[in-house]
T-cell receptor, first 115, second 115 residues
Framework: GESVGLHLPTLSVQEGDNSIINCAYS??????FIWYKQESGKGPQFIID?????DKRQGQRVTVLLNKTVKHLSLQIAATQPGDSAVYFC??????????????FGAGTILRVKS | GAGVSQSPRYKVTKRGQDVALRCDPI?????LYWYRQALGQGPEFLTY????????KSGLPNDRFSAERPEGSISTLTIQRTEQRDSAMYRC?????????????FGEGSRLTVL
């Protein structure tokens, strides 16, 4: 079935250090893998995505790595800042009819940035 | 408005009552989604609209849940004869069409508590 999970529920890092958040998935049928950030009291916010035929994609201060061999996804955040403190979710995207996308989310990793 | 707007933000109801949750998507977004999020977990897909047509409702838990989007803009999620297990954060999301990866714009949610 469809399932997306996380290795670590909580990650604490020092401000300025790099953060790595990991995710394991079990279903290889999705077209995209996506990372969302959710701050307290807010809805999830899109960070970055990667197509299933890629292994690396970079954004502003973030890099997503996809290893299909071991079904592993990671999000790297460079020079972590206090504003990065949030819950991070990985998700698989499945196409629906009429250009829709169904996202299957994992349980989330809490990132705490210490000043 | 600039973002996805949901109302009410908080709803407390007694078991057996019906509730209606409203979503006003970002202007111009033809795709609209409903998700449900339990505390500490990622959002769970409920249903998807493309314009006014409900294209997928595979995530609705049972027939007490229904959704509509009669004019292709505002959507209502209705839960009939509420039960305590229905307590959760209900999130609406919208997106542009085009089969992109799944960059959804989530609202701040409606927190439902069933007593």
């Amino acid at each position: 079935g469809e399932s997306v999970g996380l290795h670590l529920p909580t990650l604490s890092v020092q401000e300025g250090d790099n953060s790595i958040i990991n995710c394991a998935y079990s279903n290889s049928a999705s077209d995209y893998f996506i990372w969302y950030k959710q701050e307290s009291g807010k809805g999830p916010q899109f960070i970055i995505d990667i197509r299933s035929n890629m292994d690396k994609r970079q954004g502003q201060r973030v890099t997503v790595l996809l290893n299909k061999t071991v079904k592993h996804l990671s999000l790297q955040i460079a020079a972590t800042q206090p504003g990065d403190s949030a819950v991070y979710f990985c998700a698989e995207s499945y196409s629906l009819r009429e250009y829709g996308n169904k996202l299957v989310f994992g349980a989330g990793t809490i990132l705490r940035v210490k000043s | 408005g600039a973002g996805v707007s949901q109302s009410p933000r908080y709803k407390v109801t007694k078991r057996g009552q019906d509730v209606a949750l409203r979503c006003d998507p970002i202007s111009g977004h033809v795709s609209l989604y409903w998700y449900r999020q339990a505390l500490g977990q990622g959002p769970e897909f409920l249903t998807y609209f493309n314009y006014e047509a409900q294209q997928d409702k595979s995530g609705l838990p049972n027939d007490r849940f229904s959704a509509e989007r009669p004019e292709g803009s505002i959507s209502t999620l209705t839960i009939q004869r509420t039960e305590q297990r229905d307590s959760a954060m209900y999130r609406c999301a919208s997106s542009l069409p085009g089969g992109l990866s799944g960059e959804l714009f989530f609202g701040e949610g409606s927190r439902l508590t069933v007593l």
